[in-house]
């Protein structure tokens, strides 16, 4: 590490610490050309998710889009802030997890319908009729009929 006040590259530790969540190392090093101490950081570099639209754009993956749709589909039904959060960590990290660092619109839209479908039946209608794109009523009322078959299994 490059010494800030005289640009020697030799120096040492002198003491190490955890940030509270534990992502970041504050280092407080000491130049042995200049004997000045100065603080570096230290924390992982992270690809950033990037997801493929329908039109093969890309753009970096982004919880605020994730939220407000979810928000919209279910307002006014009794689905807590903290379970669309949780989800939404989860489906974070599960991103993460795929090695392909391009991941099409199509996963991440199916996840948020799977877990809406889980929750309440009328959020996940009302998903699904913005994400697949519903073109009239009749669209509406197989997605209701699929619904409705389920339920009977």
């Known amino acids: 590490m ?8 030799d120096n ?9 969540d534990g992502t970041v190392i504050r280092r407080r090093r000491e130049c042995i050309d ?12 992270e690809i950033p998710i990037m997801i493929i639209k329908k039109d093969d754009r890309r753009e970096v993956f982004n919880r605020e889009k994730v939220r407000q749709g979810m928000a919209r589909a279910c307002e006014k039904r009794n689905i807590s802030v903290e ?14 997890e795929i ?5 099409p619109s199509a996963i991440v839209g199916e996840k948020i319908m799977a877990k809406l479908h889980e929750l309440d039946d009328v959020a996940y209608v009302r998903f699904a009729s913005v ?4 073109k009239d009523v009749n669209d509406f009322f197989s997605e209701l009929k699929k619904l409705l078959s389920e339920d009977k299994n």
Do not use: A, Q, W
């Open 2 to 9: 490059k010494c800030p006040y005289c640009g020697e590259i």
């Open 12 to 20: 040492k530790v002198m003491d190490s610490r955890l940030s509270k």
């Open 34 to 45: 200049c004997n000045r101490r100065f603080t570096t950081y230290e924390h992982v570099e």
């Open 83 to 96: 379970i669309i959060e949780e989800f939404i960590d989860n489906l974070e990290r599960d991103l993460k």
């Open 99 to 103: 090695e392909d660092k391009e991941i």
């Open 131 to 134: 994400y697949r794109e519903f």
